[in-house]
């Protein structure tokens, strides 16, 4: 009597590489056969109240840009990926009834939508086996030196616990993959290949090898990682981490192999400190769930803001009073990217200046930037709001202090503003 065919079915969603994929990697360690699959702008099912429909078209290419990316790669293995432009759940479990799937493959993930997706298909296909492992953090939750529930209420105290905790070395890519099953064409849609192609796993890896050793310029970054708007002036790695092109744990042990090569100082540590910011908030979401998207916040404090059609439409477009926010504004509307500097500057002048209630900024930026990442946005919305992980509350900046400070010889807003400036 013959054993049963095995069947995988991987949803890529946050994770589109094949280096440092330890789900992936279990899924075809199980498997004969497989198929992957991912849903062109999946995160549109769940768009909130304070959201367009559309994804902005720079975060719209990049995606679709990092998902032809790992098609091509997945394809030098023999495999490829399956682009379907329809509700993930249905079809899911469309795919896993047709083809007889027996196991299904995603990447854990603190989303409060991303783990509901996963509960909702074992719901609906009890028969298959769930494979779900950790490979967008720094650490597992087994590493932590408490339970979730007591994760930190601000940052210093988390980073001082864990950052010398030893992060585990990437998981390699696989050689070889399970045998390709080719779903009928009504599934799949086209995967075109684009000019200029920043987005997907090889053009991440380029970046951050260049970052660091074909430039050197990661010696410097503590100095100049809050300029407006200079490619150089930080490592850019946000965009690639964001879509899953590279993990965590890959550019961090590349910083360490970097030290260990090169030698480290204040700067190097601090693309480390970076990464820690964003660990913090992978938890911080983990832990607070839909609390993320409150009004209150964690803090469950009612901001004295409101929302008023006409301000907060002048603030999107780049139209208020403020030159330093309608430039940044402006860069974010032609390019889909924004400084760190140039988001903290927007989010308090939204806030503090404008008294705009902050879920529909943090919703404008989920549309916009390359590299939305739901708990790094939301959280420093939630920050810079008073009403989340920031111990001073309600951080507003100065203005005109920040301006003369960045932009001392109006470059920045004379490029962005032209004679408004």
Same mark, same amino acid.
């Given at each position: *009597?013959? &054993?049963?065919?095995?069947?995988?079915?991987?949803?890529?969603?946050?994770?589109?590489? !094949?280096?440092?994929?330890?789900?992936?990697?279990?899924?075809?360690?199980?498997?004969?056969?497989?198929?992957?699959?991912?849903?062109?702008?999946?995160?549109?099912?769940?768009?909130?109240?304070?959201? =367009?429909?559309?994804?902005?078209?720079?975060?719209?290419?990049?995606?679709?840009? #990092?998902?032809?990316?790992?098609?091509?790669?997945?394809?030098?293995?023999?495999?490829?990926?399956?682009?379907?432009? +329809?509700?993930?759940?249905?079809?899911?479990?469309?795919?896993?009834?047709?083809? &007889?799937?027996?196991?299904?493959? $995603?990447?854990?993930?603190?989303?409060?939508? =991303?783990?509901?997706?996963?509960?909702?298909?074992?719901?609906?296909?009890? @028969? /298959?086996?769930?494979? #779900?492992?950790?490979?967008?953090?720094?650490?597992?939750?087994?590493?932590?030196?408490?339970?979730?529930?007591?994760?930190?209420?601000?940052?210093?105290?988390?980073?001082?616990?864990?950052? #010398?905790?030893?992060?585990?070395?990437?998981?390699?890519?696989?050689?070889?993959?399970?045998?390709?099953?080719?779903?009928?064409? =009504?599934?799949? !849609?086209?995967?075109? #290949?684009?000019?200029?192609?920043?987005?997907?796993?090889? $053009?991440?890896?380029? @970046?951050?090898?260049?970052?660091?050793?074909?430039?050197?310029?990661?010696?410097?970054?503590?100095?100049?990682?809050?300029?407006?708007?200079?490619?150089?002036?930080?490592?850019?790695? &946000?965009?690639?981490?964001?879509?899953?092109?590279?993990?965590?744990?890959?550019?961090?042990?590349?910083?360490?192999?970097?030290?260990?090569?090169?030698?480290?100082?204040?700067?190097?540590?601090?693309?480390?400190?970076?990464?820690?910011?964003?660990?913090?908030? @992978?938890?911080?979401?983990?832990?607070?769930?839909?609390?993320?998207?409150?009004?209150?916040?964690?803090?469950?404090?009612?901001?004295?803001?409101?929302?008023?059609? @006409?301000?907060?439409?002048?603030?999107?477009?780049? *139209?208020?009073?403020?030159?330093?926010?309608?430039?940044?504004?402006?860069?974010?509307?032609?390019?889909?990217? *924004?400084?760190?500097?140039?988001?903290?500057?927007?989010?308090?002048?939204?806030?503090?200046?404008?008294?705009?209630?902050?879920?529909?900024?943090? $919703?404008?930026?989920?549309?916009?930037?390359?590299?939305?990442?739901? +708990?790094?946005?939301?959280?420093?919305?939630?920050?810079?709001?008073?009403?989340? +992980?920031?111990?001073?509350?309600?951080?507003?900046?100065?203005? $005109?202090?920040?301006?003369?400070?960045?932009?001392?010889?109006? /470059?920045?807003?004379?490029?962005?503003?032209?004679?408004? &400036?």
């Amino acid at each position: *009597m013959s &054993s049963k065919i095995t069947t995988g079915l991987y949803w890529f969603r946050h994770d589109l590489r !094949l280096t440092d994929n330890p789900t992936f990697n279990q899924l075809c360690a199980k498997v004969e056969w497989l198929i992957c699959v991912y849903v062109n702008g999946h995160d549109k099912e769940h768009r909130n109240d304070f959201c =367009e429909a559309n994804t902005g078209k720079f975060k719209s290419t990049f995606e679709q840009q #990092s998902a032809s990316a790992l098609d091509a790669s997945l394809r030098h293995k023999k495999q490829y990926l399956l682009f379907v432009d +329809a509700p993930s759940h249905e079809t899911l479990v469309e795919l896993i009834e047709r083809y &007889s799937v027996t196991h299904v493959g $995603a990447e854990c993930h603190p989303g409060v939508y =991303e783990k509901r997706a996963l509960e909702s298909l074992q719901i609906s296909c009890p @028969q /298959v086996e769930l494979i #779900s492992a950790n490979g967008h953090n720094l650490f597992e939750k087994s590493d932590l030196p408490f339970e979730l529930d007591d994760l930190p209420e601000t940052f210093t105290p988390f980073r001082k616990q864990v950052e #010398s905790i030893m992060i585990n070395v990437p998981v390699h890519e696989l050689v070889k993959l399970p045998n390709s099953i080719k779903p009928t064409p =009504e599934f799949s !849609l086209p995967l075109t #290949s684009q000019d200029n192609v920043i987005g997907g796993e090889n $053009a991440g890896k380029k @970046q951050l090898e260049n970052y660091l050793f074909g430039t050197n310029l990661i010696k410097q970054y503590k100095q100049t990682r809050n300029a407006l708007d200079d490619w150089n002036s930080s490592s850019k790695l &946000s965009m690639w981490l964001a879509n899953g092109c590279l993990s965590a744990k890959t550019v961090y042990h590349t910083i360490k192999q970097y030290e260990k090569e090169r030698g480290d100082n204040d700067s190097t540590y601090w693309l480390y400190f970076e990464l820690l910011w964003r660990e913090y908030f @992978q938890w911080y979401l983990a832990k607070h769930q839909n609390k993320l998207f409150h009004f209150s916040g964690i803090k469950q404090v009612v901001p004295p803001t409101t929302f008023d059609q @006409q301000k907060f439409i002048r603030w999107c477009e780049g *139209m208020t009073q403020y030159p330093i926010i309608n430039a940044c504004m402006r860069q974010l509307n032609q390019t889909g990217y *924004m400084s760190n500097r140039g988001r903290q500057l927007v989010a308090s002048c939204f806030v503090h200046e404008l008294s705009l209630d902050w879920r529909y900024g943090a $919703a404008y930026f989920e549309q916009h930037l390359i590299d939305y990442d739901v +708990a790094s946005n939301w959280g420093n919305w939630q920050y810079l709001a008073g009403v989340g +992980a920031d111990p001073r509350g309600h951080r507003r900046f100065d203005l $005109a202090k920040q301006t003369a400070t960045y932009d001392p010889q109006a /470059v920045f807003r004379n490029k962005w503003l032209g004679s408004e &400036s």
